[in-house]
């Protein structure tokens, strides 16, 4: 726990007479929260995870570090999740010591690298199961994680594209069992700005889909 490493505000509880400042910032002076949450090092680190969990990460304490892992998230990324807010913590205090007892500047960007490394490697070891979510594609992907949803539906990633200037597109789909069919759709134009939907249960099963493109040009 973040609690129990030997901090400036611990080595002075226990009568220790040393410099009470934040090696990482030379702002203000080390506490266990200020080095793990308010330094500016410690703060890029939060939110990059924050940007990949695509949330708002605010700690009132050391202990509200854990409830991110209290969310619902599929056992997949909650490991994942768990192993970042770990190697953040461990990434914070290795830079501490590397600038306070080596006087070597530890780079935020190089610590995340370090982190997304772990990690990787640590969950793509780990047998649990994702969800078939886009939150949980970007989750992995981000923390370079393959993966591990069941049996089916394949998840795949599109990357959509823009067309030519002053043109619309519209991007279809349509899925169907052995009682009923459906297809849907949206249109957008060059900026991507949203312009119109449509979904409609075309009925009568696996043999209604053959009517599927005609439906899709009678909108067009």
Known sequence: ??????????????????????????????????????????????????????CTLHFQSLEDIWTV??????????????????????SIWFARNQLRFQGKPFNCRLAINNITATVSLTCNNICKISNYSVRDLFILKKSSVNIHAPKAPIIKEIIWQPPYHNWMKCNIDGASNPTTSFCGGIFRDSDAIFKMKFAENIGGGLHSMLNYHEYIELLS
């Open 1 to 54: 726990m973040p609690d129990k490493v030997p901090i400036d505000e611990k080595l002075m509880e226990m009568g220790c007479n040393i410099p009470f400042m934040c090696s990482l910032c030379y702002v203000q002076t080390e506490t266990s929260f200020h080095i793990f949450f308010d330094c500016i090092f410690a703060f890029e680190l939060w939110c990059w995870l924050a940007s990949i969990l695509d």
């Open 69 to 90: 892992c209290d969310r619902y998230w599929s056992p997949q990324c909650k490991i994942v999740i768990l192993s970042a807010i770990i190697n953040i913590i461990s």
